[in-house]
């Protein structure tokens, strides 16, 4: 697996918010991300009422999960694909080889998949001698680098043009050295030829599933690209890679939960390709792959069913949290240390990699509630994360400055007369001190707010006085 | 223990349940027999004549282009014309699709019309859609001899017929036509929802169409209505 950074937030923000090339990527996630959002949303007069079927459907699924994997098993079965369990990353890495092994393959390509990125899936087949192909565009540029995706549904929007083309430049040895790479246009066209001849050569196609039908055994990918439908059409076996949460019931629930996905995520009315694949080639078919394997992941997923963290399950990994998060903003993807970012991943990371490895993601937030306000499928985060919180504090996983400052607070706290009088002395003395300026360029045990920006002085009594007063 | 069973059982514990619960079990029989519909937002719900101009609307939105043509004799013409108009090479490819055998293509005497899938040689194809959505645009295309996959994906234009009597308000009347047309709980081997031709924005979110599918989608509506 992907070795996380999460312990080292606070070093990987500082680097984030000192990178000029990523604060100049970040600043498109406003005019592009959540306006584009907001516009197809405002245009849609059922949409939240969708956002409320999605969630109900959601929660009807998880809560029936177990009878729903197996009706799925049965129609992916009947229709001549093979299912296959995987508990541990561990499991789906060595599912993978086993089938890329058995059909003697030598290069992958891949759709964009969540999952294959949290199971650390390239660098194991590489070990192993086979090579991956990412042909999202935007992974495809992330594994020309080696780095991990910085957005769930845009991987590579931490980078600027002139990045991409200097990887390009290093890798793409024998075309000419004096081309155009300076537009956009120019890069993607270098990379849908480079591409092009890897889908035709490739022997299995990876790809993920955002959602599975479990009325008729279906997998379905959304995208934009058409990359994952030449991913799983072209090469000899098609290996879905996903996991149990991604179960629905029927067609039609499928209907409300994509009517809610693209618009939450890149402010699309519909994605350009979205596939629905039922098993195998068929008698008469002309193309299409010979195997459909679908590999599903649990990697303590199942755990989360049993107490808050359901909701977390909920997640279509829509992106929208993030592109809201002021947090995520500021700091970009490659700062929360693995390969969730945002909100969704300060929830979803503590569960799967563990509190004490990814203890400052819930705490790398200001609940501010936007991500709450655009979740499509109304997964209550600053709630959740706020439970991380309590857990890592009762398991005295935080610092013992904080737990020291909390403590401190709490004495006064639990006796108001004496914290109204305390605040009030406080008050009151840092408004004589200071005096006519009325705000102080430095403070004790504030330098790391002052070094930034100077603090404001109280200018007359606490809220506490003023709301008695006031009454 | 089998991953299967290990893990069944790991969601049954957290669920505390068995699995043999007979009221749950009836509620997941019930669902998925009768796929209780939810909410359909009412912007597709339009008579037909204006539900293929929300088509026709929502497909120009998506960056593809539309021909309306009166009847499906015009079809080979309406092809020529989408492939003079950019400069493309009189040449398309379809799959064993009765309709598209069906037309004159004689009509147009310099196009050269070949049939099979696609192995990444062909600049045009024309496929028959399975049915089209207005609410969004959306292209309905099912996999098979008719009309092969690759088809969709590989060539640089595609070129879609879409019989305007197959026209849908909504995603819910495509998933019922297809499961009249091939049965309860079945699906063919794909079923592709297009909406628009390929694009990226991964670079700088600068949006680009032809990513690594066609560059160019274009919907031929015939609009013979059937009574």
């Known amino acids: 697996m992907i070795q996380a950074t999460s312990q080292r937030f606070k070093q990987n923000a500082h680097t984030g918010l000192a990178d000029r090339e990523l604060q100049r990527s970040l600043g498109v996630l406003e005019s592009n991300f959540i306006a584009r959002r907001k516009f197809v949303a405002d245009r849609l007069p059922e949409f939240d009422a969708l956002r409320d079927t999605a969630r109900d459907i959601k929660n009807h699924t998880l809560a029936h999960l177990d009878l729903y994997l197996e009706e799925y098993e049965s129609r992916v079965v009947a229709q001549g694909g093979h299912v296959h369990y995987a508990a541990t990353a561990a499991d789906a890495r060595a599912l993978v080889l086993d089938i890329c092994r058995r059909l003697n393959a030598a290069t992958v390509t891949k759709g964009k998949s969540m999952i294959a990125e949290e199971v650390g899936l390239n660098d194991f087949l590489s070990e192993h001698g086979i090579t991956p192909i990412e042909t999202d565009l935007g992974e495809y540029i992330i594994q020309l680098r080696h780095e991990m995706p910085s957005h769930i549904i845009a991987p590579a929007v931490h980078l600027t043009k002139a990045q991409v083309e200097a990887d390009f430049r290093r890798v793409h040895t024998g075309l000419p050295p004096d081309r155009d790479l300076t537009e956009p246009e120019k890069l993607l066209t270098e990379a849908r030829a480079i591409l092009r001849e890897k889908f035709l050569s490739a022997d299995v196609g990876i790809t993920g599933a955002n959602f599975l039908i479990a009325e008729t055994g279906t997998s379905i990918i959304v995208t934009n690209e058409g990359n994952g439908d030449l991913t799983q059409t072209l090469p000899r076996a098609h290996i879905v890679l996903t996991s149990i949460e991604k179960l629905v019931p029927t067609l039609d629930d499928v209907a409300q939960l994509l009517r809610v996905l693209a618009r939450s995520a890149t402010g699309q009315e519909m994605s350009v390709y979205t596939t629905l694949s039922t098993g195998p080639r068929r008698d008469g078919d002309p193309d299409g792959p010979g195997e459909y394997h679908v590999i599903l992941l649990d990697n303590g997923r199942s755990a989360m069913l049993a107490g808050e963290f359901r909701d977390m399950l909920r997640c279509i990994r829509c992106g929208a949290c993030m592109n809201h998060c002021p947090v995520y903003q500021a700091v970009g993807g490659h700062a929360y240390g693995w390969v969730y970012p945002g909100p969704m991943g300060a929830v979803l990371t503590p569960s799967l990699i563990g509190i004490d490895k990814a203890g400052h993601l819930p705490n790398a937030s200001t609940f501010c509630g936007r991500c709450e306000e655009v979740c499509p499928v109304r997964i209550p985060l600053p709630k959740l994360m706020r439970f991380w919180r309590d857990r890592e504090f009762e398991r005295h996983l935080s610092p013992s400055v904080v737990r020291g400052g909390l403590r401190f607070w709490a004495f006064f706290a639990r006796r108001p007369r004496l914290y109204g009088f305390v605040t009030h002395l406080a008050a009151r003395a840092l408004a004589l001190l200071g005096g006519a300026r009325g705000r102080f360029a430095w403070l004790p045990?504030?330098?790391?707010?002052?070094?930034?920006?100077?603090?404001?002085?109280?200018e007359g009594a606490t809220f506490q006085v003023l709301w008695r007063s006031r009454r | 223990m089998s991953a299967r069973e290990l893990m069944l059982g790991s969601i049954r514990q957290a669920l505390g349940v068995t699995g043999r619960e007979e009221p749950r079990r009836k509620v997941v029989a019930d669902r998925l027999a009768a796929h209780p519909t939810g909410v359909v937002p009412a912007r597709g719900q339009l008579g037909l004549k204006a539900r293929v101009g929300l088509l026709a609307e929502m497909i120009a939105a998506s960056a593809g282009s539309v021909a309306?043509?009166?009847?499906?004799?015009?079809?080979?013409?309406?092809?020529?014309?989408?492939l003079r108009r950019h400069n493309l090479p009189l040449s398309v490819r379809h799959g064993?699709?009765?309709?598209?055998?069906?037309?004159?293509?004689?009509?147009?005497?310099?196009?050269?019309?070949?049939?099979?899938?696609?192995?990444?040689?062909?600049?045009?194809?024309?496929?028959h859609a399975f049915g089209a959505v207005a609410e969004t645009g959306t292209l309905v295309l099912t996999s098979g001899r008719d009309n092969p996959t690759t088809l969709n994906f590989l060539p640089d234009n595609h070129i879609v017929i879409v019989d305007v009597n197959d026209v849908v308000g909504d995603f819910e009347a495509i998933f019922a036509q297809l499961r009249r047309q091939f049965g309860d709980r079945q699906l063919p081997r794909v079923v592709n929802l297009i909406t628009g031709p390929s694009r990226s924005a991964d670079i700088e979110q600068t949006l680009i169409l032809g990513a690594h599918g066609p560059r160019r989608l274009h919907v031929i509506l015939v609009e013979e209505v059937r009574e």
């Open chain 1, 445 to 458: 045990l504030a330098s790391g707010w002052t070094r930034e920006r100077d603090f404001p002085a109280p």
């Open chain 2, 68 to 82: 309306q043509i009166p009847d499906v004799a015009g079809v080979p013409g309406a092809v020529a014309e989408f």
């Open chain 2, 96 to 127: 064993h699709d009765a309709r598209l055998a069906a037309l004159p293509w004689h009509l147009e005497g310099a196009l050269e019309v070949t049939v099979g899938a696609s192995d990444g040689q062909q600049l045009a194809s024309v496929s």
